[in-house]
């Protein structure tokens, strides 16, 4: 998972995903589809799904619910 980066760095025909749960992928498609425009603002690490908020970037969320979702999309 570590070396997924260099993958995606040479653009590799090859991806590496996490195995999401059914929940958790609910929850990262959820955020995907928010941020149509710009998919990089969404991402996981160990399962753990972050992403980035509209109005100030440089705040990253962290979500593991529906319910933080819908939260962090109300607050941004």
């Given amino acids: 998972m570590k070396k997924r980066r260099s993958l995606r ?3 590799s025909r090859y991806t590496v995903k ?3 749960t059914e929940t958790r992928w609910s ?3 959820t955020l995907r589809d928010e941020y149509e425009d710009n998919k990089s603002k969404v991402w996981t690490i160990d399962s753990i799904i972050f992403f980035r ?3 100030n ?3 990253i969320e962290r979500c593991t619910s529906l319910k ?3 939260q962090a999309l109300n607050k941004s």
């Fill in 57 to 59: 970037p440089a705040i």
């Fill in 27 to 29: 929850i990262f498609k």
């Fill in 9 to 11: 760095d040479r653009k």
């Fill in 18 to 20: 996490e195995d999401l």
């Fill in 53 to 55: 908020t509209v109005n």
């Fill in 68 to 70: 933080e979702v819908r």
